[in-house]
């Protein structure tokens, strides 16, 4: 399996960027597929997440609101919009995915994924 981010930058606070992540040989359906970020000094988190097989969405509570998950089956592909961006938004993005059955139980933990993408930076000032 490999998950290949793009979509990083440089933003002003306000501005907005759109993340991608395209997998190959994962086979969706009803798997946790979604974005993490990390901070140096800092734990990697879950930002948001989805069920590939449709439906359930979870967003961690610092983005709820200004960040939109999705995804387009057609290409294995999920994004992440990101709006009303802020300096503690800067982070290095991962993309991660699951190869179990997605419950939501833990959607937003990493110990929920076993692929990761090398991830993509975003810096916001």
């Known amino acids: 399996v490999q998950l290949v981010e793009s979509g990083g930058g440089s933003v002003q606070a306000g501005g907005s960027l759109r993340l991608s992540c395209v997998a190959s040989?994962?086979?969706?359906?009803?798997?946790?597929m979604g974005w993490f970020r990390q901070s140096p000094a800092k734990e990697r988190t879950g930002v948001a997440v989805?069920?590939?097989?449709?439906?359930?969405?979870w967003y961690g509570d610092s983005v709820k609101g200004r960040f939109t998950i999705s995804q387009d089956n057609s290409q294995n592909t999920v994004y992440l919009q990101m709006n009303s961006l802020r300096p503690e938004d800067t982070a290095m993005y991962y993309c991660?995915?699951?190869?179990?059955?997605?419950?939501?139980?833990?959607?937003?933990?990493?110990?929920?994924?076993?692929?990761w993408g090398q991830g993509t930076q975003v810096t916001v000032s």
């Open positions: 991660a995915a699951g190869q179990w059955k997605c419950t939501g139980v833990r959607a937003l933990s990493r110990v929920t994924y076993d692929y």
């Open positions: 989805l069920n590939t097989g449709g439906g359930a969405i």
């Open positions: 040989g994962f086979t969706a359906g009803n798997k946790c």
